[in-house]
């Protein structure tokens, strides 16, 4: 009986070492990702981790090309574990390079509202807030203007709903979203505060704005960001402003404006949503003999 020997192909150790650099990068960067949703440590050093993870993903990447090249050359075996490689380190690079891309489009800032010239305040918010973490200071004109040229459509919403039907829209938009609400603050009723006939003359003051002050976190990260909504009194009605501010990095990659832009359009559809029709109770219709009883007792 003769055996068959079987010769096993060589293997190119710099497509090994392409997949387990891959597979380690893969496994920091979910371990990052872990840290920095649970606020482990401090944001610093949990994207320091994620910084690391991408880098062996592309470390990953070249070691990858560079075992394609050995198993042209040379006929190693090893194209599965070096495509695996790149397929693993392409996965976790194209997150970031997206926002790289969006950064590179859109404006650098992280503070947008729809009220730049009073924009409205953090008051809760800014006693939670980190030392290390953004100014809770609108940046002012310069913000204002690259907001603008960006972000045109983002303005106040003009209701003429009361300021509590505005505030109770409010608070059911941000409670569906599941944000966590840590200041809410119903307006009181009272004169408006602008267009003053006399202003020298006595005032009723017990108008006051309306304050929902919220924190919402990042999809996959999880990094918190704030946000507040301002319910006005006007002459026209209720006047409806919103401000969304990222805690870290200079570019917010317009989720601030998204998040501005659906959350005033929200509000404003539940206000103009009509309320269900009351059903009407019924009552028992009169019968032609029902007069007539009425008339026999009577009698």
């Given at each position: 009986?003769v055996r ?6 060589p ?25 920095v ?9 949990a ?18 090309f ?19 490689a790149?397929?693993i ?24 509202t729809t009220?730049?010239i009073d924009?409205p305040?953090?008051d809760v918010?800014?006693?939670l807030r980190?030392?290390d ?7 002012g004109l310069?913000?204002?203007e ?9 303005e ?15 608070i ?6 599941r944000?966590?609400?840590v200041?809410a603050r119903?307006?009181?009723q ?15 003051l ?10 919402t ?7 918190r960001?704030?946000v507040?909504?301002r ?5 026209d ?8 501010a ?9 989720s ?7 959350l005033v ?8 949503r009509p ?8 009552k ?16």
């Amino acid at each position: 009986m003769v055996r068959r020997r079987i010769i096993e192909e060589p293997v190119s150790r710099l497509a090994i070492w392409s997949r387990r650099v891959a597979l380690f990068s893969l496994v920091t960067a979910f371990i990052g990702v872990i840290i920095v949703r649970s606020g482990a440590l401090d944001v610093v050093p949990a994207v320091s981790t994620l910084a690391g993870a991408l880098a062996l993903a592309i470390v990953a990447i070249l070691l990858a090309f560079g075992a394609g090249i050995m198993i042209w050359r040379d006929g190693l075996g090893g194209l599965r574990e070096a495509v695996t490689a790149v397929l693993i380190g392409l996965a976790l690079i194209a997150y970031p390079a997206y926002f790289v891309v969006r950064a590179y489009q859109l404006p650098a800032i992280y503070d947008v509202t729809t009220d730049p010239i009073d924009p409205p305040q953090f008051d809760v918010i800014a006693r939670l807030r980190p030392r290390d973490a953004n100014p809770i200071t609108y940046e002012g004109l310069y913000a204002a203007e690259l907001q603008h040229a960006a972000y045109s459509d983002i303005e106040a919403e003009q209701t003429t709903a009361t300021p509590q039907e505005a505030f109770d829209a409010a608070i059911k938009v941000i409670t569906k979203r599941r944000w966590r609400v840590v200041n809410a603050r119903p307006p009181a009723q009272g004169l408006p505060p602008t267009r003053v006939s006399n202003p020298r003359a006595p005032q009723d003051l017990t108008a006051r704005d309306g304050v929902i002050e919220a924190v919402t976190r990042s999809p996959i990260l999880g990094f918190r960001e704030d946000v507040v909504v301002r319910i006005r009194t006007t002459n026209d009605g209720t006047r409806i402003d919103a401000r969304s501010a990222s805690r870290y990095g200079r570019s917010d990659f317009g989720s601030n404006a998204t998040r501005v832009r659906n959350l005033v359009s929200d509000i404003d559809d539940v206000l103009t949503r009509p309320s269900a029709p009351e059903k009407e109770e019924k009552k028992p219709a009169r019968t032609s003999q029902e007069p007539e009883r009425g008339r026999s007792a009577k009698r």
